[in-house]
């Protein structure tokens, strides 16, 4: 006698199919004519040694005895900074800015004392300089950026020494964790600045130092 015994069934595993949503991706509607898509995980720049609230920057601006900047400098290795923008309202800015071999883009918002809100992400060195070829205003901001540690830890001065329009234009920024934070004035600060509209970057652009005629200041 012969026995048929049916051919034994491959066993069908139930399978658990879990949906993961897509990377949240923010379109930061900047005016009628620009809006940048940035993905919520891009990288940012990072300031100094600032541990400063989460996309907000705090920051006092000064003019300098440029005599004692320049005896200072005179050994100090800077960074050449080049820096357009795509958009430049009271309200916002969009900023493109290569330093170095390094490209970002910055928006900040409008200015509040010596507080605004500031996002900033690294970009393609290469993308950075055909934007500020084909899209910024121009002409460019140029200038050369030298890093001077403050006498508080964390804390660091950064001058500026302005190129072609805007020569001989030097200002001094100090970045801050809160507008409370206390500091020590270096001997080669000048008057301070920053709320005088005329020193934004934004606003030397379209402006430039070398055409508000005969004023003169200690940054000469």
């Given at each position: 006698m012969?026995?048929?015994v049916p051919?034994a069934?491959p066993?069908?595993?139930?399978?658990?199919?879990?949906?993961s949503?897509?990377?949240r991706?923010?379109?930061l509607?900047?005016?009628?004519?620009i809006?940048?898509?940035?993905?919520s995980?891009?990288?940012?720049?990072?300031h100094?040694?600032?541990?400063?609230?989460a996309?907000?920057e705090t920051?006092?601006?000064?003019?300098?005895?440029?005599?004692?900047v320049?005896?200072?400098l005179?050994?100090s290795?800077?960074?050449?900074l080049a820096q357009?923008?795509?958009c430049?309202?009271?309200?916002?800015t969009?900023r493109?800015r290569v330093?170095?071999?390094s490209?970002?883009l910055?928006?900040?918002?409008?200015t509040?004392?010596?507080t605004r809100?500031?996002?900033e992400?690294?970009i393609p060195?290469?993308?950075?300089?055909?934007?500020?070829n084909?899209?910024?205003v121009?002409?460019?901001?140029?200038?050369?950026?030298?890093?001077?540690?403050a006498?508080?830890?964390g804390l660091v001065?950064?001058?500026d020494e302005f190129l072609?329009?805007?020569?001989?234009?030097?200002?001094?920024?100090?970045?801050?964790?809160?507008?409370?934070?206390?500091f020590?004035r270096?001997?080669w600060?000048?008057?301070?600045?920053t709320?005088?509209?005329?020193y934004y970057n934004?606003?030397?652009?379209?402006?430039?130092?070398?055409?508000?005629?005969?004023e003169?200041d200690?940054?000469r």
């Open positions: 012969m026995l048929f051919a069934r066993f069908l595993g139930r399978t658990t199919f879990r949906w949503p897509p990377p991706v923010h379109t509607k900047l005016d009628s004519k809006s940048v898509l940035l993905g995980s891009a990288p940012r720049m990072q100094g040694g600032v541990n400063r609230a996309n907000r920051e006092r601006k000064f003019l300098v005895h440029a005599d004692q320049r005896r200072l005179c050994t290795q800077g960074t050449h357009g923008y795509l430049s309202e009271p309200d916002r969009v493109v330093a170095g071999m490209g970002f910055t928006i900040k918002g409008r509040h004392g010596c809100a500031e996002y992400y690294p060195v290469e993308d950075a300089r055909e934007l500020l084909t899209l910024c121009q002409p460019l901001i140029e200038k050369v950026r030298y890093r001077i540690p006498k508080e830890a001065w950064e001058i072609g329009d805007n020569a001989p234009l030097i200002l001094a920024e100090i970045e801050l964790p809160t507008p409370e934070t206390a020590e270096p001997t600060l000048a008057d301070e600045v709320l005088d509209e005329r934004s606003a030397l652009q379209k402006r430039p130092y070398r055409v508000w005629g005969t003169t200690d940054s």
